[in-house]
């Protein structure tokens, strides 16, 4: 690597593969991300130059190439839901069929092992935007304390915890240790929620994937791998908002109920 500081461009084009480029003063090797929606991230140390940067990645296009393939074949085969009465939704890994009712209440509601709507609020397309907000709310009163024994633990808190729509991510560092999560974490065990928890606490501390933030992570986790791959397994069988009639007219649209997994790194 040169020891010259180099200015190295915002993005790279390498064999037909269009990557973004990060430069981390934490990492010592350069690596490739292949994120959960397709996208790909060369991440280089200071120093490197984009000569070392091109060989790297049209050495690794081959492994990017099956990466991206298995994630086409992910993301074509997203799960959809129905908003109707028998229609299924997870809770922390357990499955409720949703009930929809002439008197139902104003927001989506679980009661008596099933999730219960309004007819209205289904029939008039509003069904998926009302789940989504019941996630959304139910993860703001139930992580905090989930969350507390682990900071412990760690010995670090975010310093204020969000949740949203993150895409094809269950979590994401903010602004000033702000910890965000997705709300279809919600859907997941307890158990792989907690490696979410833990994965997001230790990038507080550090922010990318490295050596020293995967020790964090086994320190607090031993058996993080284990639930790591549990995570890509579970994750591809979950709702992450779409409706069925929105994709009823796609050609080629598969119905199966898989979508994505986690990041794969190299």
């Known amino acids: ?22 430069v981390s003063g ?15 991230i060369v991440n280089a140390p200071h120093g490197c130059d984009e000569a070392e940067l091109v060989a ?21 085969r997203r799960p959809e839901k129905e908003f109707v009465t028998g229609e299924g939704f997870a809770y922390l890994g357990r499955s409720y069929r949703l009930l929809l009712a002439e008197n139902g209440p104003d927001t989506v509601k679980l009661a008596r092992g099933r ?14 935007a009302a789940m989504i907000d019941w996630y959304r709310k139910r993860a703001l009163r139930w992580l905090p304390p989930r969350i507390a024994p682990w900071a412990l633990r760690m010995n670090f808190s975010p310093s204020a915890i969000d949740v949203r729509d993150l895409g094809y991510r269950w979590g994401s560092l903010g602004r000033n240790g702000r910890v965000n999560f997705h709300w279809a974490t919600m859907q997941l065990p307890a158990t792989l929620v ?25 320190r607090t986790m031993p058996t993080f791998q284990g639930a790591k791959l549990e995570l890509a397994r ?33």
């Not at 934490?26 to 790909?40: E, P």
């Not at 990466?67 to 074509?76: F, T, V």
């Not at 907690?194 to 086994?218: C, G, K, M, S």
């Not at 992450?240 to 986690?262: I, Q, Y």
């Open 115 to 128: 999730f219960v709507m309004r007819r209205d609020i289904a029939t008039n397309g509003f069904g998926a």
């Open 56 to 76: 790297f990645a049209h050495e690794k296009r081959m492994w990017v190439y099956k990466k991206l393939a298995e994630k086409d074949l992910l993301l074509s």
């Open 26 to 40: 934490a990492r010592r090797s350069i690596g490739i991300t292949v994120d959960r929606n397709g996208s790909l």
């Open 1 to 22: 690597m040169s020891n010259s500081l180099t200015t190295l461009p915002s993005r790279l084009s390498v064999a037909g593969l269009d990557f973004e480029v990060h």
């Open 234 to 266: 579970v994750g591809s069988e979950l709702w992450l908002g779409e409706r069925r009639e929105d994709n009823a007219n796609l050609p080629g649209r598969e119905t199966d109920r898989k979508s994505t997994r986690l990041n794969s790194s190299h």
């Open 194 to 218: 907690d490696y979410v928890i833990v994965h997001e606490l230790a990038h507080i501390q550090v922010p990318n994937h490295t050596q020293n933030f995967w020790r964090r992570v086994e």
